[in-house]
């Protein structure tokens, strides 16, 4: 039998005395921190005041967990319900097992962001511009989880980057697969350091790189979505329309949309202020009241 140059993890939880430890959760925390992290630097960068996307990423997050457990149960349906279920309905609350979607976490997430945008009185635009990069880093360090929880893989191949997979997640003996996890998380890194030079490069305002962060996460989506062969919206296939993925739909749509916006803002100008207040606080006046901050 070939060997892997990736073979899967043989466990992906730990016990700390009785207190589980699970690599999938352990890559998603990371990624969101470094996202953050990341997105925190940039916002002091433009001249913004300390802690905002510490504080703003809060909401962010426990929406975003909320939608991206929605979306995957939504398309995911039959794994719960249904004469075909192999689980039980409680079981879709455990994100641990999986099916943690970017699309519900962004679009959920993303109200969560302008709830605490409006309150501060901050620019919705200047906020996707600034965390754009950090989210596409975060999702690189977050698909190693799928590698650990051995789903998000493509199918059969003879590379030499080729993926094991056990018989308990849907492989065959002496059969190897692309490992789409890496593919994605290499994409992402790649569109990451992209959105960075990008902004550099260019005056990006107004929702402007967080549109271009939209195209090209979809378009590296919509590629890597159609060499996966894992059960993904059914119990043992995924759901198609017209021969695409639901996901693949979804990155069509998506994408289009980001060209849109990227063309209907093409004129607009390149001033800090918008409309929906205040781009950054000026970090000298971290001591200013509130009324002052424009919160």
Known sequence: MS??????????????????????????ILGIGFGIWLSERRW???????????????PGVIFGLIGTRLYHVITDWQTYFGPRAVKEPYRALFIWEGGLSIWGAVALGGVGVWLA??????????????????????QAIARWGNWFNQELYGGPTTLPWGLEIDQAHGGEPGVLYHPTFLYESLWDAALGF??????????????????????????????????????????????????????QWTSIVLFIGALVHLWVTRDKGEDEDEDTGRIVVPASRDDASPGENGR
Not at 3 to 27: D, E, M, N
Not at 117 to 138: K, M, Q, Y
Not at 214 to 224: E, M
Request: aromatic content about 10%; hydrophobic content about 45%.
């Open 44 to 58: 002091r960068d433009r001249g913004g005041e300390k802690s905002v996307i510490g504080d703003i990423a809060v």
């Open 117 to 138: 945008c409006r309150r501060r009185g901050l620019s919705l635009g200047a906020v996707a511009d600034t965390v754009a990069p950090g989210i596409a880093f975060g």
């Open 3 to 28: 060997l892997a140059l990736i073979p899967s993890p043989s466990q992906g939880v730990w016990y700390l005395g009785f207190v589980p430890i699970r690599a999938y959760a352990l890559c998603f």
């Open 194 to 247: 992209g959105l960075i030079l990008a902004g550099r490069r260019f005056t990006l305002r107004h929702g402007r790189l967080f549109a271009l962060y939209v195209a090209g996460y979809t378009l590296g989506r919509f590629w890597i979505e159609g060499l996966r062969i894992d059960p993904v919206g059914g119990v043992d296939h995924a759901v198609t329309l017209l021969g695409l993925r639901i996901n």
